[in-house]
């Protein structure tokens, strides 16, 4: 028997937010471009088509402890400046679950100089508030003067700079300052 005091977990539906935003995702991958690159493009409808299965899903959203690192400072930051341009519907739905985001590193032992420069925040997949081991998305945020090191994942992955500078190199990620 179910206990009264029990509060029942919220889903997808209930909580349109964490839904707009992965709408907005759903957005970003029917609208970028591929670059004429016919995987690029099967590689966005199949992303395509996860976050919709998601969305249809209505999975539970896991409510986390909201968590800061130091590069969150440049948050605010980062948001105004991409807020007049074509990421402006993203930014918009990305503040409206802002304070429940939890920043993390990802890393057991950081690698020197992202301690204070970098942070990831998981939005749905395994450890996101919108639960689903179908589909990881998330979103990275790299603070000015940032050197990312070269490293590789398994499968395709991807990285959009939103907004702000981005020099890739073969060793690293260079985010310059202003």
Not at 93 to 119: F, H, I, N, T
């Amino acid at each position: 028997m179910n206990d009264p005091k029990e509060t029942p977990v919220p889903r997808l539906r209930q909580l349109p937010d964490w839904r707009y935003l992965l709408q907005e995702y759903y957005e970003l991958y029917r609208y970028l471009p591929s670059g004429g690159s016919d995987r690029i493009r099967t590689h966005q409808r199949a992303v395509r088509e996860a976050i919709n299965r998601v969305l249809r899903a209505n999975p539970v959203i896991r409510t986390q402890t909201p968590a800061q690192k130091p590069v969150t400072a440049h948050l605010k930051r980062a948001l105004d400046e991409g807020r007049g341009d074509r990421m402006g519907s993203t930014i918009r739905a990305l503040e409206s679950v802002q304070a429940d985001l939890s920043w993390q590193y990802g890393y057991e032992k950081v690698p020197k100089g992202l301690v204070g420069s970098y942070a990831y925040a998981e939005v749905a997949g395994p450890n996101g508030p919108v639960v689903s081991e179908e589909i990881i998305l998330g979103i990275v945020l790299f603070a000015p003067g940032c050197t990312y090191p070269a490293h590789a994942h398994r499968g395709i992955t991807e990285s959009y700079v939103c907004q702000g500078p981005c020099l890739k190199t073969i060793r690293a990620f260079m985010f310059p300052d202003p």
